[in-house]
Each structure stands twice: as C-alpha cells, then as structure tokens.
C-alpha cells in the first residue's frame, strides 16, 4: 500500500522575463490581470486571505482551486496553498511559491509548486504540463501592461 504522505516531487518552472520585479508582481497580485493569464480569482495580497481559481472543469478536477496566502514579501516572494476544491483531507493540498529575483536584463521568474503526494499523480502531471503554458501567458500579460 502506497503512503498518502509520500511525496512525488516538487514542479519548477523558470523563465527569463524582459521586465523588471514590479512589473512582474503587479501581474501576479492584481486580481484582474492573473485572470488574464491563469484563472478567475478572488485574490487579495495578503497573509491568511483565503480565495479561489475558477475554471472550467475537467474530468476528475470540480474546475475550483481553494488557496489561502501564506507569504507576501513584495515585490520578490509570494506563496500560496493550493487545493483541488475538496474538503477531504484526500484532496489535493499543495504549495505555490512565486520568487521574482532581479537581473540586468529583467526578472527571473521562479515557481514551484511543492507537496504534492503519490495519490497526486494525475494533477502532478496536469500542472507539469500546465505551468510552462501558463508563463507564457503570465510573459504575453506582463509584456502588454504600461
């Protein structure tokens, strides 16, 4: 019998972004441009809010993710958890962690997505094929913001 506890791994993503940090961080905190670039949301940056992504749904995932803020420390770190709308400890429970590092030539932007367990699998590999996707639109977002 598999462990639930047993971690599959964490998901990274980096991307080279032409902008500098708070550039990047308004794309990340306003409610309104992360709709443009990931989901529907109630996102307020601040520690304890607790909000959600909206999408259509898929097989297997009810298109509601539940998140609560852990961390703002802008404009270089932001984290949140992020759950896959269940309220069973079974449900998917996982950590988004968004760490904006300066460079000459813009941003780096790093983001992990950590916790995820073995009954996880099948939202491990959704998200790792999912997230280079959706930096490219968090890049197309911040590249046509004034």
């Given at each position: 019998?598999?462990?639930?506890t047993e971690?599959?791994?964490?998901?990274?993503?980096?991307?080279?972004?032409?902008?500098?940090?708070?550039?990047?961080?308004?794309?990340?905190t306003q409610?309104?441009?992360?709709?443009?670039?990931?989901?529907?949301?109630?996102?307020?940056?601040?520690?304890?809010?607790?909000?959600?992504?909206?999408?259509?749904?898929?097989?297997?995932?009810?298109?509601?993710?539940?998140?609560?803020?852990?961390?703002?420390?802008?404009?270089?770190?932001?984290?949140?958890?992020?759950?896959?709308?269940?309220?069973?400890?079974?449900?998917?429970?996982?950590?988004?962690?968004?760490?904006?590092?300066?460079?000459?030539?813009?941003?780096?932007?790093?983001?992990?997505?950590?916790?995820?367990?073995?009954?996880?699998?099948?939202?491990?590999?959704?998200?790792?094929?999912?997230?280079?996707?959706?930096?490219?639109?968090?890049?197309?977002?911040?590249?046509?913001?004034?």
């Amino acid at each position: 019998m598999t462990d639930p506890t047993e971690h599959t791994g964490s998901l990274v993503f980096e991307r080279q972004l032409p902008h500098p940090p708070e550039k990047v961080w308004r794309a990340l905190t306003q409610s309104w441009l992360i709709e443009e670039w990931l989901m529907k949301n109630d996102f307020i940056a601040e520690v304890g809010h607790r909000f959600t992504f909206r999408a259509t749904p898929l097989p297997g995932w009810s298109g509601v993710v539940n998140c609560e803020v852990v961390l703002v420390e802008a404009p270089h770190r932001l984290a949140y958890r992020w759950g896959d709308g269940t309220e069973s400890d079974s449900g998917l429970s996982t950590l988004v962690t968004w760490t904006l590092s300066p460079r000459s030539e813009g941003t780096l932007v790093r983001m992990e997505q950590s916790g995820f367990r073995a009954p996880d699998g099948m939202a491990y590999h959704r998200m790792g094929g999912g997230w280079p996707r959706i930096l490219g639109q968090l890049e197309h977002v911040v590249g046509g913001m004034k």
